[in-house]
């Protein structure tokens, strides 16, 4: 039963594991040129004007207090692990993770977008330390085990035009930590599979309870998908105060949506409304409008880009441009299959060749 328990478990976190990423995820288009800049000089890197915000606002309780970030009950329900056993967890997964992916070592690179992930995790309602590192990779992504174990990759940090679009993915991803989505989704789940259990045990006739049970775990994935578009709901939420606490635009965030909108004009399809993991991306970007209007009272200033967050990314290209290079360097060690190492002007496929590659044992002239 426990081994049991721990697949579905795993089986959980993977998928949610999957759906946190979702914000990250699509490939924003590149911008074009001639409308990057507008008569002041200044980028212009959404459709729409700055959401109005008051300058007063009146929350409905402490979840819609940007003030009263860290000291809220963000997180509550059912859930079968302790901050203990979610932070082993994620620690398990972190090691799984860099097993199969090769980081970023440049100590500019991941000091920089540590301090801003730290930053925005001292704003939030974290409660576990969060280790931050960024991945060799060229998909736009980023993701967050539970326990806090962050990954960006650093196919985002190129592909973000402002250091504000960053901090917004990060504040995302950050708030699936601090809602606990990952061990709340295995809670979930193992709920629901050890609930259909009797199923297989008492019902009518055996089999047909059997049939029952492979229909239910059929119906599984659109609970969890209900349950997944609520979390990255909340996610949303939780991140627009996250990054306007930590002092960043909060419009990042209907700019970061509106490229994702302009993606799927581009290439219909590429996010489908009813199968998808999250909201469509039009409601998304009106929830987020909606927010920023209700929940964040209005600021004289807020931190929109940084030179050093173009400094980082010039350096960021130089360091995987030079990774390619060298990993398309000639006379580089590789490993080849046997065919690869047959004679030049074989017949690709053909095995009647012996392999002069391969060692062979012979007997020393002077062995008896």
């Known amino acids: 039963m426990q081994e049991f328990r721990r697949q579905i478990m795993r089986s959980a976190l993977l998928g949610v594991v999957t759906v946190g990423t979702a914000l990250a995820q699509s490939s924003p288009p590149a911008p074009d040129p001639a409308k990057a800049e507008d008569q002041s000089g200044q980028p212009q890197t959404g459709q729409q004007q700055p ?17 009263a970030i860290g000291n809220r009950k963000v997180g509550k329900g059912p859930n079968f692990y302790s901050l203990e056993k979610e932070i082993a967890l994620g620690k398990q997964l972190a090691q799984e993770v860099e097993r199969s992916s090769k980081l970023v070592d440049d ?12 930053n925005l995790v001292r704003n939030s309602d974290a409660r576990v330390p969060f280790t931050i590192k960024v991945i060799d990779s060229d998909e736009v992504n980023a993701f ?11 196919g985002l940090i190129l592909r973000a035009q402002e250091e504000s679009e960053l901090a917004a993915v990060m504040a995302h991803e950050i708030s699936h930590v601090t809602a606990r989505h990952g061990t709340k989704n295995a809670t979930k789940g193992q709920i629901l599979q050890l609930a259909t259990i009797p199923l297989v045990l008492l019902g009518p006739a055996g089999l047909a309870g059997y049939g029952l049970y492979e229909g239910l775990n059929v119906a599984l994935p659109l609970t969890f998908l209900k349950f997944s578009r609520d979390a990255e709901r909340e996610a949303d939420f939780l991140g627009l105060q996250y990054m306007y606490k930590s002092g960043y635009d909060p419009n990042a965030y209907v700019t970061f949506f509106e490229r994702i909108q302009a993606d799927e004009k581009r290439r219909p399809g ?8 999250h909201p469509p991306t039009p409601e998304r970007i009106q929830n987020a409008q909606k927010e920023i209007a209700r929940i964040l009272p209005n600021r004289p200033e807020y931190i929109v880009t940084t ?3 173009d400094n980082v990314k010039e350096r960021l290209r130089s360091v995987t441009f030079a990774r390619r290079a060298q990993d398309n360097a000639p006379g580089k060690p590789t490993l080849r299959t046997r065919t690869e190492q047959r004679q030049k002007g074989q017949t690709p496929g053909t095995t009647d060749t012996p392999d002069d590659d391969r060692p062979t044992l012979k007997r020393r002239p002077d062995s008896p």
Do not use: C, M, W
Not at 51 to 67: A, G, L, M
Not at 144 to 154: D, Q, R, T
Not at 270 to 277: A, D, H, Q
């Open 51 to 67: 959401v109005e915000q008051q300058d007063t606002v009146h929350p409905r309780n402490s979840k819609d207090d940007v003030e």
């Open 107 to 118: 100590p500019v690179v991941t000091e920089y977008v540590n301090r801003v992930g730290q």
């Open 144 to 154: 967050a085990l539970p326990g806090g174990f962050f990954y960006v990759n650093s």
């Open 270 to 277: 590429t996010i489908p409304k009813v199968f998808s993991t």
């Open 307 to 309: 030179s050093e967050f």
